[in-house]
């Protein structure tokens, strides 16, 4: 959407608008300081102890989220919650210096550039403060999911995921079923195995999303999709559509070389058959 130049000259933006979340990306730089590599790596990609002090001395009650756009494919948020540990990790953010104000010099990051607290420690405090996603996972932080407890990153292979511990990813919305799904065939990434994803129409408006293309054993257990096996709020599942791998089940002259799949694959498409597409 591009505002009116009337508004960006003002620093502003249009009424009737509020600002509830705000994201920014990391980049791949030299520390002034050593980590251990996965501490290093985890410390590039995390939301920082700067980004944290400034979001919890904010004043605006409808700013309450903070994304961060890692430079190693992550995606990660941080919800506000009002509680007890997040006042007091709050307070272990205050500039050291006032006057400075600079907010990089507080005393947990000091911890962690003297080696007393290492990166994964001050996420697992974040996690237990507030509310820590990771929206889309990388080699630092594991599958997406909520962070609670002491940061692991977790990784598990597609095909053995039984409870699913955050939602996929999905479309943009369309006005077209077709729309929906064209948009997930065109992000697609072929691979080893059948991949699939599911169509939902709003009960509200009648539009539509798909959920991006997929691997999961089986296709009729939403709580391998997921979490609790519950579908998008108010949306109803219209249907799903399959993506083959890419072994080769054809001649090399079959126009459908590419785009194949077993016809069992209909009735258990996740269970991996090798199928090329």
């Known amino acids: 959407m591009d ?54 001395s904010g004043q605006d009650a409808s700013l309450v989220r903070e994304y961060l756009l890692g430079s190693d494919g992550c995606v990660l948020s941080y919800t506000r919650s009002h509680t007890t540990l997040e006042e007091q990790l709050k307070k272990d953010l205050v500039p050291l210096n006032l006057v400075r104000a600079n907010r990089l010099e507080n005393r947990i990051e000091r911890q962690i550039r003297k080696g007393e607290l290492t990166p994964a420690e001050f996420v697992t405090r974040l996690g237990n403060a507030g509310v820590l996603r990771v929206v889309e996972g990388s080699q630092a932080w594991g599958i997406p999911r909520r962070i609670m407890g002491a940061f692991v990153a977790v990784q598990v292979e597609p095909l053995m995921i039984r409870n699913a511990l955050a939602d996929p990813a999905f479309t943009p919305i369309f006005t077209q079923q077709k729309d929906a799904v064209r948009y997930a065939h065109e992000h697609r990434r072929h691979g ?19 959920s991006l293309p997929l691997v999961r054993q089986s296709y009729r257990d939403f709580g391998q999709v997921f979490p609790h096996g519950l579908l998008p709020q108010d949306y109803g599942l219209e249907g799903f559509y399959l993506c083959a791998s890419n072994e080769a089940l054809a001649p090399v002259g079959d126009p459908l070389r590419q785009a194949f799949f077993f016809s069992q694959g209909i009735s258990t498409p996740a269970s991996a058959l090798p199928c090329r597409g």
């Open 3 to 56: 505002f009116p130049d009337e508004v960006v000259s003002t620093g502003g933006f249009p009424g009737g608008h509020t600002i509830v979340a705000r994201y920014r990306s990391s980049s791949p730089r030299d520390l002034p300081f050593a980590l251990e590599a996965r501490q290093e790596s985890l410390y590039r990609n995390m939301l920082s102890t700067r980004v944290i002090s400034a979001a919890l």
């Open 192 to 210: 080893e195995y059948l991949q699939f994803g599911y169509v939902f129409k709003s009960k509200r408006n009648g539009r539509y999303m798909a």
